[in-house]
C-alpha cells in the first residue's frame, strides 16, 4: 500500500499505518504539481485542513481508495467528486469532541465574565474592577444549535454549571434530549429564548448563513453567539451590525468565513471574543483525532472495514464481521448475473432469508452491484458509488426481507430484470468462508462460486453430461466439480474448471451443438 500523509499528523498515527509495513510519504506543504505527482500510484491520501482535494488532485490518483480526513469536517474535500469516483471518505468525527466542546463553554465563561477585556487592562497596567461586572451563567439559556457529538458534550458540561438547556436538531430523537435534560424546539425559537447560542452544526446549503440579519433581529435581545463549528454559518456584516446596534450582545469565534479574515471589522469588536481556529487544538484532541484517523484506514485497507466515512454506509467492526462473508457472496452472485445476462438490464432485487432478514444489508445490495458492473463497465465502480451508476443507466433497486424457512441459515436471493426476460441466483455461504450458488433460474443447484465454471442450461435428457465430458477432456479442461440441477424437463450444469489455460470459444460452441443444449456459457468469479 501507497499512503500519501499530505498535512501533520503525530508519529503515533503514522507508526499505525508504518507497523503493516505500507509505505507512507508524510510530508505537509507540497505545492499542487509536487502533490499530484506523489499521488499517481496512491491507494490513500491523509490531509487535515490545510490541503484542498479537489476533483483536479483526485484525477490525478488514479489507484487511490480512500480519502482520510483528519478532523471533522471535509470542507476541503471534493466529496462529489471522490464519490463519482468510487472514493471513500472518511473523518473523524468524535475524537476531538470534548477539545471543542471545552473550548465552547471557555468562550461562554469568557463573554460573561468579560475575561479577554480584563485580561487586557492588566497586561496595560490598568486596574478597571469596576468597568468589568459580569454575570453569572447560572440559570441562563444556552441554546444548542445542533446536538451532535459535540453539542451533547457541551450540553452535559452546561448542565453542571447550572444552565437551562434548549436545542435543535432534526435528527436527534426526544429520548436523546430527554436523556440530556435539553428541551428540543424550533430554530428561530432558538433565537428567542437562547441567552446564549452554541452552534454546532455542519456547513451545507440549509445552513450557511443560517445567522443571518432577519434572524438576529428576531432573537432575544442581547443574545450572545458562540461558533467553533463553521465560519460560513454565521454572516459576518449581519453580526457586526447586530453587535454594534446593540441587539447583540456579544460573541466568541474560532471559525470564520474566510481564515484569516480579511475584514478585521467583526474580531476588533469590544464585544467579540476572538480565537484563531483552535477547538480541537489540543494535545490531546490532535493525538485521538490523528490515531483514530489512521486505525479507520488501516482497517478499511487491510480488512474492509468502512467507519467514519461521509459518503458510504459505516458499520462497526462487530456488524462487518457479520456481514462480510456475504459482501464477497453478493459480489460473486452480481458477476455471474452480468455474464448471463444478454439484455439491457432495468431491475434489480435483492432478499434476504434467515438470519440475514434482520438487521442492516444495504452495503450487501452495494456488493452486488460492484459485481454486476465490474464485467462490462471500464470506469472503477465500488461501493462508494455502485448505486449511482446503477441510478445513471435506469436500474431501479429493490430490497426486501424474508421471514420463510429455507434450507440455509442465511440466503441471498438477487434476480436481474432486462430487456431479454431475467435471470436469477440464488447463493449462501457454508462454513463462514465458502460461497456456493444453490439456485440459478428456479432451479436447485449446488457448486463453489468460485474460479471459472461452464453453465449450462439444457432439456433433461440422457447423454448430455457424457457428451460435454467428453468435449471438455478432448481439449485439456480439467473438471473441478460438476453439479447438476434438474426441473421437471429442465436442467443446469455447472462445471468448475481448472483454468490452467483459456477456454477456447471453440470449446463452448460445441457444447452448444449438443442436441437438448440450449445455452452454454463461461463464467468466471
Known sequence: MNIVVADDLPASALDVLRAEGWNVDARSGRAPEQLAADLADADALVVRSATKVTSAVLNAAPKLRVVARAGTGVDNVDVQAASARGIVVMNAPGANSISVAELALGMILSLARHLPGADAAMKEGRWEKKKFLGEEIREKTLGLAGLGRIGQEVARRASAFGMRLIAHDPFISEQVAEDLGVELVTLDELFARADYVSLH???????????????????????????????????????????????????????FQKEPPADPRLQKLPQVVASPHIAASTREGQELVGVETATALRDFLRDGVIRNAVNVSSVSSEEFSRIRPFLELGERLGAMLAQLNDGRANTLGVRYYGDLAQGRNDMIINAVLVGLFKPILSSAVTAVNARTVAAERGIEIVESHSTRTRNHTSLISVKLGSSTGERWVEGAVFERSNPRIV???????????????????????????????TILGRHGVNIANFALGRAGDRAIGLVNIDEAAPVPDAVLDEIGRITGVREARLVRV
Do not use: Y
Open 439 to 469: 439456485l440459478l433460474d428456479g432451479i436447485v443447484v449446488d457448486a463453489p462460486l468460485e474460479g471459472a465454471m461452464v453453465v449450462i442450461a439444457n432439456t433433461d435428457q440422457p447423454g448430455v453430461i457424457g457428451e460435454v465430458g
Open 201 to 255: 452544526m455542519p456547513s451545507n446549503q440549509h445552513t450557511r448563513n443560517m445567522v443571518n440579519a432577519e434572524r438576529l433581529a428576531r432573537s432575544k435581545k442581547g443574545i450572545r453567539i458562540v461558533n467553533t463549528a463553521r465560519g460560513d454559518l454565521i454572516d459576518e456584516q449581519a453580526l457586526a451590525d447586530a453587535i454594534e446596534s446593540g441587539q447583540v450582545g456579544g460573541a466568541a469565534l474560532d471559525v
